[in-house]
């Protein structure tokens, strides 16, 4: 490639894109949800699984994911044995 080709390249891509400032302090979450016992944001670092069980910071409840889209959170069920059936 040319000199003049490749400084002409990286002109136009300069121009054509815009320069981003990202910030790795506070990774801008991929989704988020409401806690439906106290109504604190829940974020997601990345895209939720449908049936994930995570913990609420807010009040410490576990929610289950129920819908991805649009995003639902629910309280988890209770783990209880089956004793064997």
């Known amino acids: 490639m040319s000199q003049s080709m490749s400084q002409s390249m990286s002109q136009s891509v300069g121009q054509s894109m815009p ?26 670092a990345r895209a939720p ?12 409840a576990e929610l289950e994911v129920t819908s ?4 639902r959170l629910e309280p ?3 783990v209880e044995e089956d004793w064997g059936e």
């Open 68 to 71: 991805r889209d649009p995003l």
């Open 19 to 44: 320069q981003q400032t990202l910030s790795t302090d506070h990774p801008a979450p991929s989704a988020a949800g409401v806690c439906p016992e106290c109504e604190q944001p829940v974020a997601f």
């Open 49 to 60: 699984l449908a049936g994930q069980v995570v913990s609420c910071v807010g009040c410490g």
């Open 76 to 78: 988890a069920p209770e």
